[in-house]
């Protein structure tokens, strides 16, 4: 991946390779977390056209709900 953060969240979503989606997967895994359930809308539109990033998005949720528990143990 090549371009920053921010020029990915600027292009079309039918523009992104897996990679520039699987980072844009954990940014928004941790958006959510902070955010909540607002955010999804949003998700939504740029997961729809993948199913190699839906799959990654729902591990990139697990990895940062099992971080943030090991915060409060």
Known sequence: MTKPLWRLLLDDPEN???SECF????????????VG?????DVERYLVRCPDCRVEHR???RRLEAALSERVE
């Open 37 to 41: 359930v607002d955010l999804l809308p």
């Open 16 to 18: 992104l390779d897996c």
């Open 59 to 61: 591990e990139a949720l």
């Open 23 to 34: 980072a844009m997967i954990e940014y928004w895994a941790e958006l959510l977390a902070q």
